[in-house]
């Protein structure tokens, strides 16, 4: 596994890269590291700007040669959000280093985890959290699914319904409490309470009636904390309940 020493030393190597590549006229720190120091897991997110007369891809493929050549690294997947391109790359050591390039002209913080090491940044609207009512609507639609995959005995598909179904109730009740919910990063920080209520909502085997236990859980959960979508929570209790009936 890698060390704290082995981030820096990548972090230090791609600054280094980016101060020579004459393309790049900006940079900053995202995710867990730009606003402290993380910790001993955490991954290595580094985001630069690229000059309005070169192409963001072209310097990717090029930073991504010298990363497989100097680092042995494994390229995951790419991905594009709005102007801006991520590519994740897997290091030997199990560290996670997520790289990404904008075009100058709309290079600039997305959310508070941005913090800039060099260059120029403009001014951007932070993309909102969900609605409440939103997580509310798609956590109900998983439940339907998983009390449909039972009823049709698709066991290891309910179970994938049940456990996203339960993934947006804790992710609502982190809404409510302004904690982050992307990824489950704020579900250990939801009080006991909440918890203790979800305690008994996992699967434990693929048997039919296990998988309606655990999604009869899972629904009380969500019902019973239903602050900001009551008048939605009201409107579709009923069906919501049926779906815990037991199996004919």
Known sequence: MF????????????????????????GAVVG?????????????????????????????EDWTIKLIRDFNAV?????PSGTSIYRVFLLPDCLQFDLSFTPEASFGARGPKFRMLFGASVEKPFSPPPEARELFGYAVHHALRARFCIERGRYWQAEY????????????ACLRRNLPAHQGRGFDDLPSEIHSTFSNA???TLAPDELLRALGCVIDGLLRDIDGVQELAIKVKPQLLELTKALP
């Not at 890269?17 to 004459?22: I, K, L, N």
């Open 3 to 26: 060390t704290i020493r082995d981030r820096e030393f990548l972090r230090d190597y791609v600054l280094q890269v980016a101060e020579t590549d004459s393309r790049v006229v900006a």
């Open 75 to 79: 390229q995951l997947f790419d991905l």
């Open 161 to 172: 319904w049940i456990s996203a179904t339960r993934d947006y109730a804790l992710h609502l």
């Open 32 to 60: 867990s590291l730009a606003l402290s120091d993380g910790d001993r897991w955490s991954d290595l997110d580094l985001t630069f700007s690229v000059a309005s007369e070169y192409s963001i891809l072209d310097v990717l």
């Open 202 to 204: 996992f699967v434990t």
